[in-house]
């Protein structure tokens, strides 16, 4: 059995769970709303103020499926009361970021500004080298985080570029001179 499937999602105070047909399951919260369609064949029950999923059989399939529905919903409970954010760290020497209105401006060491709009439901703060994604859906916080990181990826020599702060850069030595 599944030990994360099997575990009952707790519901905190002030939070709903809708489970409509086709398992289009709607989280509502201080936060705001999250609405995400799970597997079907995965059979999700309210019970009080708790999340039950359950699975048919135990097919390959049907194991690896139980333990990520369950996950999902865990996922948009916490979104809905909490929240989640990322944090990336701007390193190298002329490196800096800004925010005007909902506009992400990098400049990274290219010819031009690097600028990115932030999507629906994202927000991103920048305090000085750190640049900070917030958002109630784990899984668009993280894409989001992503692209920001890939628009200069850290580089192992001088470490320089956008790197989540608790990533290690896994450094190598440069270049010896001759003798």
């Known amino acids: 059995?599944?030990?994360?499937?099997?575990?009952?999602?707790?519901?905190?105070?002030g939070v709903t769970v809708d489970i409509a047909?086709?398992?289009?399951?709607?989280?509502?919260?201080?936060?705001g709303t999250l609405t995400r369609t799970l597997p079907t064949e995965m059979e999700i029950k309210l019970e009080g103020a708790e999340v039950a999923v359950s699975r048919p059989n135990d097919l390959k399939k049907m194991?690896?499926?139980h333990g990520l529905t369950r996950t999902l919903i865990n996922n948009m409970v916490?979104?809905?009361?909490q929240g989640f954010e990322k944090k990336l760290e701007v390193n190298g020497v002329g490196y800096k970021a800004s925010k005007s209105g909902n506009k992400l401006v990098l400049n990274l060491g290219y010819s031009h500004p690097v600028e990115m709009i932030d999507p629906e439901g994202i927000e991103s703060v920048v305090d000085g080298n750190n640049i900070t994604v917030k958002g109630i859906d784990k899984?668009?916080?993280?894409?989001?985080?992503a692209e920001i990181r890939d628009k200069r990826r850290p580089e192992?020599?001088?470490g320089k570029g956008i790197k989540y702060v608790d990533e290690t850069i896994?450094?190598?030595v440069g270049k010896t001179g001759k003798k």
Do not use: D, F
Not at 21 to 27: F, G, K, L, P, R
């Open 78 to 81: 916490i979104g809905v009361t």
């Open 21 to 31: 047909e086709n398992n289009t399951v709607t989280v509502k919260g201080p936060k």
């Open 1 to 13: 059995m599944s030990r994360i499937g099997r575990m009952p999602i707790a519901i905190p105070a």
């Open 170 to 172: 896994r450094r190598k």
């Open 63 to 65: 194991k690896s499926l």
């Open 156 to 158: 192992p020599y001088k």
């Open 139 to 145: 899984e668009k916080v993280g894409q989001y985080a």
